[in-house]
């Protein structure tokens, strides 16, 4: 509990931008795989991007692919998720996700980690 926090989320229009931060303790951002997911109304949560533990590998669904990038930065402490050229159905609650580095490539298959932040709005107007 606690060890995720995210902010960023906001209203955007339809092809603009926004950037979510997810602040990690230094614990999990140093060696955990983290990852954002999302959950739209009425539909279910689904995984969105991942980083491994090292930030040297990042994958994205085929949704978002080209339009999102997932980066780390270490003096922070902190994961971004730059989302550019948003659309409206985009407009979901976005969580950060983190778990231990063999929790990567089920992140992938939409199996999120163990540990959640607690979750931030964007919603994307057309």
């Known amino acids: 509990q606690g060890q995720l926090a995210e902010s960023g989320g906001g209203l955007a229009q339809a092809g603009g931008s926004l950037r979510l931060s997810c602040a990690a303790n230094l614990r999990i951002y140093s060696s955990y795989a983290m990852a954002w997911f999302r959950q739209a109304p009425g539909k279910e949560r689904e995984f969105v991007a991942a980083?491994?533990?090292?930030?040297?590998?990042?994958k994205y669904a085929d949704s978002v692919k080209d339009r999102f990038t997932i980066f780390r930065n270490g003096p922070s402490n902190t994961v971004f998720l730059q989302m550019n050229n948003l659309k409206p159905e985009d407009t979901a609650v976005y969580y950060c996700?983190?778990?231990?580095?063999?929790?990567?490539?089920?992140?992938?298959?939409?199996?999120?980690?163990?540990?959640w932040g607690q979750g931030t709005q964007v919603t994307v107007s057309s």
């Open positions: 980083s491994s533990w090292s930030g040297a590998h990042a």
């Open positions: 996700n983190a778990d231990r580095p063999d929790a990567y490539d089920r992140m992938l298959a939409g199996l999120p980690g163990d540990y």
